[in-house]
């Protein structure tokens, strides 16, 4: 079992930059593949970027690709998700996500567990 919980969501004006957290629960944080995919209102849950359980190769989705980076500190138990250039198209509710499996998964249904949630609104 792990839990996740995300923060760092907030306001930003377009073009900004906003990073946010997610902290992680158990002792086999590190042997875990991580996510990070968010969902707009009548939308499904989208991907938007993974990261392998020894961080060493991520992936992003196309939207995001070279405005997102996603890192990850096992020390800390903790998953981050830089954002800049920030569109409204980026507003969402964004969630952190987990695998046991220790591989990469690129759409929801692969990850087991998931935080709350944290809002993100980019203005314009």
């Known amino acids: 079992q792990v839990q996740l919980v995300e923060s760092g969501g907030g306001l930003v004006q377009a073009g900004g930059s906003l990073t946010l957290s997610c902290a992680a629960s158990g002792r086999t944080f590190s042997r875990y593949a991580m996510g990070w995919f968010r969902q707009a209102p009548a939308k499904e849950r989208e991907f938007v970027a993974a990261i392998d359980w020894s961080g060493s190769r991520s992936y992003y989705a196309d939207s995001v690709k070279g405005r997102f980076t996603i890192s990850r500190d096992n020390a800390k138990n903790a998953v981050y998700l830089q954002m800049s250039s920030m569109k409204p198209e980026d507003t969402a509710v964004y969630y952190c996500?987990?695998?046991?499996?220790?591989?990469?998964?690129?759409?929801?249904?692969?990850?087991?567990?998931w935080g709350q949630g944290t809002q993100v609104t980019v203005s314009s």
């Open positions: 996500a987990a695998d046991d499996s220790r591989a990469v998964g690129f759409s929801a249904p692969f990850y087991d567990y």
